[in-house]
């Protein structure tokens, strides 16, 4: 924009006057120390029934994860480099590419309604065209190869 132009995009607004009365503050600092105050007294009370709950939890499962935990060592090995880089990196590809894909597939057929509703540009790409499509998924392969091959290449 030029020295002499001027910025007109707030025009027509009207700027908020803060409320600085006793009573607005007395008003939030109640409100405030009521959600503290509650939640504390909540979560005093649950705390040794939560812990209960969760030790027989964690407890009957322990196994379980152990289990798999050693699924993964016997996989990758006791290399903590192997373990930490391909493990890290499967493990963000799969969460990645599965978010992704159901993303896409809300997309594609414009089900289900009830989170269409928090759709950031409704009515855009709807239905998304299969060539579009397929473009940026050939794009994002290809990101995707490159970018894996030069981080492990790094080490």
């Known amino acids: ?87 890290s990196t499967i493990v963000s590809y799969i969460v990645y590419w599965t978010v992704g894909t159901i993303y896409t597939l809300m997309d594609v057929f414009n089900q289900p309604a009830f989170l269409r509703r928090y759709k950031i540009q409704p009515g855009t790409n709807e239905p998304v065209e299969p060539k579009k499509l397929l473009k940026v998924w050939a794009y994002t392969l290809c990101s995707w190869v490159i970018s894996s091959y030069t981080g492990v290449r790094v080490h």
Do not use: C
Not at 9 to 38: E, N
Not at 57 to 85: E, P, R
């Open 1 to 87: 924009m030029a020295e002499t132009e001027t910025y007109q995009g707030d025009q027509g607004m009207v700027p908020r006057q803060p409320s600085h009365s006793a009573a607005d503050l007395w008003s939030t600092l109640k409100k405030a120390l009521f959600i503290l105050g509650s939640t504390t007294i909540i979560f005093v009370a649950l705390r040794n029934s939560l812990t209960y709950h969760l030790q027989h939890f964690w407890g009957a499962s322990g196994n379980f994860w152990q289990h798999q935990w050693d699924k993964i060592l016997y996989t990758f090995g006791d290399d903590s480099f192997s373990l930490m880089v391909y493990g």
